[in-house]
């Protein structure tokens, strides 16, 4: 989080103006979409507009999170958005024990297709694109098995908890702050970061220095299910209903897209969670935007195409070195 | 590495057994409110009866058995089959095979149904199922308009009559399958507009959510509704229009965005219920009283009609979901020899502020 250099002098040679790009340029365009949107679109600068943004952003930040830890372990979790899914149809089934037993039960889901995801990979030896892809699919199937169609959730609680504040700032965006700096601490100065890095740059290397390579992978995609399930907790808490057709749909895209943007390479081995936050704002302006103008919703799909493809453009740069 | 592996798999066996016991868990669920649920598809069986009438408009040739080459036979003690399109995972879906179902069990006719779960490969094989299982006669809810000559081909061979409800196929009526009973998503649109233009005075600005982008309902929706505006009020400007892609959520994000950016929107002109009700969801949460902005929304589902009734949508166009009666219907008038029309459209009903609260029984 310590990432913010914007100060340090320029880079001389291309490569290190690459390379300066790939590490800060998700902060560059962050300011260049606010400085556009401060002069182009009406009623942008005022606080319920930046109050919208952010509780739109919370659940895209949160699923991020865990999707930078799969991706630093060099893998990638593409069951986030069915785990939200899944997540949305336990606690519509409940919700009747009162808010705090749906919020576990919610958390053993997600907690419980994670341990599915990490022992596919990690014991059977299942590349991480195909574990989860199985696990995208088997999640969604089981949440519309729980809940075959959307439901009103009526809970004054989650009411609150989806629209609620405190001083002004609503609770999601303190609990997607919360997640973020967790995280971020458990990244860089505990164990399990360091080991989980060290299994990202080379899982080989790891094992041979006696790392519990296994241990490490399952805990990863065990924190990305949890996060996941959280995030459909409180999408679902904004909605006020539990739709397990729709909600997460697509989400594994953005939140990808979020980590990547953010500067966190796909041949893992390094986490940025500052850019994944600072991926996540820009992804959301971004769609915030091409909405406010109200272009054709095809050109939204375009664009969103084109950063995902930059990404991919700056991950293969960043291969190569 | 050998006891190691097998350690690998009684760990793996462990999580898979724990995620399956957490589906079983859900046997002791306890949602908000249990009972409701049944209530629902009472009512879309109940409503049955209001479902027969049909309306103006759509081609005026008929078919008769004899035309067609298909033998007579007698409707009761004949074996239907039903292929339904989509998941029932949406109230449209569910009335939809509910409504077939009953009238089919009101006439004594013994039904075959199939879902081919949004697949069209799927769909083909439950129609070609249902043949060979002996079905007399078909009813389809196409998931696709095109692709259906392996099926009809079968159909063919066997003089076996097809009835299509709610999605055309693109073959020959009256030689391919005998009448088509169609929904006018166009004439929904133009309704909506007709009430977005009561409701607003037929000035100022408002916004559309559209449905999911390359869909026909979503297109003839969207057509319907600007071409009326377009004839009866050109000062009514559609200044925002936005996919809500059919979803609750989506709709809601999409009008959370508008409200902030286009403060003096007098209207929102929601493709489906569901998009509406997100989009009231945005309107509660920014702080706005019902009524503030004019929703209208197309489908006529319980949650929208209820809208209505608390204020918060001001009218609801219904797409009727209860093609049985008239299908039934259809069936029974070809079997008997008699003439049949090629095309028939379904009559929709709406809800506003002066019927939603009577008629609330009859929303699906």
Same mark, same amino acid.
């Given at each position: 989080m310590a990432d913010v250099a914007l100060g340090k002098a320029l880079p001389a040679d291309r490569s290190a103006l690459l390379r300066w790009l790939r590490d800060y340029g998700v902060y560059g365009g962050v300011v260049a979409l606010l400085l556009f949107n401060i002069a182009f679109t009406d009623h942008f600068v005022s606080s319920e507009n930046f109050r919208t943004q952010a509780i739109q952003v919370a659940p895209i930040l949160i699923v991020a999170l865990g999707m930078a830890l799969a991706i630093g372990s060099e893998g990638v979790d593409l069951s986030v958005g069915s785990v939200m899914a899944l997540s949305t149809s336990l606690l519509s089934l409940y919700l009747g024990y009162g808010i705090w037993v749906a919020l576990l039960v919610v958390i053993v889901g997600g907690a419980a297709v994670g341990l599915v995801n990490g022992s596919l990979i990690a014991f059977i030896g299942v590349q991480p694109i195909v574990a989860t892809l199985a696990l995208m699919v088997g999640a969604r199937g089981l949440a519309?098995?729980? =809940?075959?169609?959307?439901?009103?959730?009526?809970?004054?609680?989650?009411?609150?908890?989806?629209? /609620?504040?405190?001083? /002004?700032?609503?609770?999601?965006?303190?609990?997607?702050?919360?997640?973020?700096?967790?995280?971020?601490?458990?990244?860089?100065?505990?164990?399990?970061?360091?080991? =989980?890095?060290?299994?990202?740059?080379?899982?080989?290397?790891?094992?041979?220095? /006696?790392?519990?390579?296994?241990?490490?992978?399952?805990?990863?995609?065990?924190?990305?299910?949890?996060?996941?399930?959280?995030? /459909?907790? =409180?999408?679902?808490?904004r909605l006020s209903a539990s739709d397990p057709t729709a909600l997460g749909d697509l989400m594994e895209l953005s939140a990808i897209t979020a980590v990547v943007v953010g500067g966190t390479p796909l041949t893992g081995g390094r986490v940025r969670i500052g850019g994944t936050v600072a991926g996540a704002v820009l992804i959301q302006l971004l769609t915030a935007t091409l909405i406010k103008h109200d272009l054709p919703p095809s050109w939204t799909q375009i664009a969103q195409a084109v950063v995902i493809v930059l990404a991919v453009y700056v991950a293969r740069e960043r291969g190569k070195r | 590495m050998k006891p190691q592996a097998r350690n690998a798999s009684i760990r793996t066996l462990l999580a898979v057994g724990l995620a399956t016991s957490l589906a079983l868990t859900a046997g002791c669920a306890k949602s908000e409110d249990d009972a409701s649920e049944d209530k629902g598809s009472d009512s879309a069986q109940k409503s049955e009866q209001n479902g027969q009438e049909v309306a103006e408009g759509g081609s005026t040739e008929t078919c008769t058995a004899e035309k067609y080459g298909a033998e007579k036979l007698d409707l009761k003690g004949a074996t239907v089959g039903f292929s339904q399109s989509e998941k029932e995972a949406n109230p449209f879906r569910i009335a939809e095979t509910a409504s077939i179902k009953a009238e089919a069990k009101k006439r004594g006719v013994k039904l075959l149904a199939a879902n081919a779960q949004s697949k069209f490969s799927k769909q083909i094989s439950d129609v070609q199922d249902l043949i060979a299982k002996g079905a007399d006669l078909l009813v389809i809810a196409p998931l696709n308009s095109d692709g259906w000559e392996p099926v009809l081909k079968?159909?063919?061979?066997? +003089? *076996?009559?097809?009835?299509? *409800?709610?999605?055309?196929?693109?073959?020959?009526?009256?030689?391919?399958?005998?009448?088509?009973?169609?929904?006018?998503?166009?004439?929904?649109?133009?309704?909506?507009?007709?009430?977005?233009?009561?409701?607003?005075?037929?000035?100022?600005?408002?916004?559309?959510?559209?449905?999911?982008?390359?869909?026909?309902?979503?297109?003839?929706?969207?057509?319907?509704?600007?071409?009326?505006?377009?004839?009866?009020?050109?000062?009514? +400007?559609?200044?925002?229009?936005?996919?809500?892609?059919?979803?609750?959520?989506?709709?809601?994000?999409?009008?959370e965005q508008l409200i902030q950016s286009e403060p003096g929107i007098k209207g929102i002109y929601a493709e489906n219920d569901e998009m509406g009700l997100g989009a009231v969801t945005a309107l509660k949460g920014a702080g706005k009283s019902a009524g503030d902005v004019k929703i209208v929304t197309v489908d006529g589902t319980k949650s929208a009609v209820q809208g209505v009734v608390d204020k918060w949508i001001h009218g609801v166009v219904e797409s009727n979901p209860r093609f049985g009666p008239l299908a039934f219907q259809t069936l029974d008038t070809f079997t008997k020899g008699e003439e049949v029309r090629q095309e028939l459209i379904i009559k929709d009903g709406a809800y506003t502020g002066a019927n939603a609260e009577a008629d609330l029984g009859k929303a699906y």
């Amino acid at each position: 989080m310590a990432d913010v250099a914007l100060g340090k002098a320029l880079p001389a040679d291309r490569s290190a103006l690459l390379r300066w790009l790939r590490d800060y340029g998700v902060y560059g365009g962050v300011v260049a979409l606010l400085l556009f949107n401060i002069a182009f679109t009406d009623h942008f600068v005022s606080s319920e507009n930046f109050r919208t943004q952010a509780i739109q952003v919370a659940p895209i930040l949160i699923v991020a999170l865990g999707m930078a830890l799969a991706i630093g372990s060099e893998g990638v979790d593409l069951s986030v958005g069915s785990v939200m899914a899944l997540s949305t149809s336990l606690l519509s089934l409940y919700l009747g024990y009162g808010i705090w037993v749906a919020l576990l039960v919610v958390i053993v889901g997600g907690a419980a297709v994670g341990l599915v995801n990490g022992s596919l990979i990690a014991f059977i030896g299942v590349q991480p694109i195909v574990a989860t892809l199985a696990l995208m699919v088997g999640a969604r199937g089981l949440a519309l098995v729980l =809940l075959p169609q959307l439901k009103d959730v009526r809970d004054p609680g989650m009411a609150t908890l989806g629209s /609620g504040d405190l001083a /002004g700032v609503p609770y999601v965006v303190y609990i997607a702050a919360g997640l973020a700096l967790a995280v971020g601490f458990t990244v860089r100065r505990t164990t399990f970061g360091r080991q =989980l890095l060290a299994i990202g740059d080379s899982r080989p290397a790891a094992q041979l220095a /006696g790392l519990p390579v296994r241990r490490v992978l399952i805990t990863v995609y065990v924190l990305s299910g949890v996060l996941a399930a959280i995030a /459909g907790f =409180l999408a679902t808490a904004r909605l006020s209903a539990s739709d397990p057709t729709a909600l997460g749909d697509l989400m594994e895209l953005s939140a990808i897209t979020a980590v990547v943007v953010g500067g966190t390479p796909l041949t893992g081995g390094r986490v940025r969670i500052g850019g994944t936050v600072a991926g996540a704002v820009l992804i959301q302006l971004l769609t915030a935007t091409l909405i406010k103008h109200d272009l054709p919703p095809s050109w939204t799909q375009i664009a969103q195409a084109v950063v995902i493809v930059l990404a991919v453009y700056v991950a293969r740069e960043r291969g190569k070195r | 590495m050998k006891p190691q592996a097998r350690n690998a798999s009684i760990r793996t066996l462990l999580a898979v057994g724990l995620a399956t016991s957490l589906a079983l868990t859900a046997g002791c669920a306890k949602s908000e409110d249990d009972a409701s649920e049944d209530k629902g598809s009472d009512s879309a069986q109940k409503s049955e009866q209001n479902g027969q009438e049909v309306a103006e408009g759509g081609s005026t040739e008929t078919c008769t058995a004899e035309k067609y080459g298909a033998e007579k036979l007698d409707l009761k003690g004949a074996t239907v089959g039903f292929s339904q399109s989509e998941k029932e995972a949406n109230p449209f879906r569910i009335a939809e095979t509910a409504s077939i179902k009953a009238e089919a069990k009101k006439r004594g006719v013994k039904l075959l149904a199939a879902n081919a779960q949004s697949k069209f490969s799927k769909q083909i094989s439950d129609v070609q199922d249902l043949i060979a299982k002996g079905a007399d006669l078909l009813v389809i809810a196409p998931l696709n308009s095109d692709g259906w000559e392996p099926v009809l081909k079968s159909a063919a061979a066997k +003089k *076996i009559p097809i009835v299509t *409800i709610d999605r055309k196929i693109n073959a020959t009526p009256c030689k391919d399958y005998v009448s088509f009973i169609a929904s006018d998503f166009t004439e929904q649109g133009k309704r909506a507009a007709d009430q977005m233009i009561e409701a607003t005075g037929g000035k100022g600005e408002i916004a559309i959510l559209l449905g999911t982008p390359g869909n026909n309902v979503t297109t003839e929706r969207t057509k319907g509704f600007t071409d009326q505006l377009k004839a009866k009020a050109p000062e009514l +400007k559609v200044v925002f229009k936005q996919t809500g892609e059919f979803a609750r959520g989506k709709g809601q994000s999409v009008t959370e965005q508008l409200i902030q950016s286009e403060p003096g929107i007098k209207g929102i002109y929601a493709e489906n219920d569901e998009m509406g009700l997100g989009a009231v969801t945005a309107l509660k949460g920014a702080g706005k009283s019902a009524g503030d902005v004019k929703i209208v929304t197309v489908d006529g589902t319980k949650s929208a009609v209820q809208g209505v009734v608390d204020k918060w949508i001001h009218g609801v166009v219904e797409s009727n979901p209860r093609f049985g009666p008239l299908a039934f219907q259809t069936l029974d008038t070809f079997t008997k020899g008699e003439e049949v029309r090629q095309e028939l459209i379904i009559k929709d009903g709406a809800y506003t502020g002066a019927n939603a609260e009577a008629d609330l029984g009859k929303a699906y």
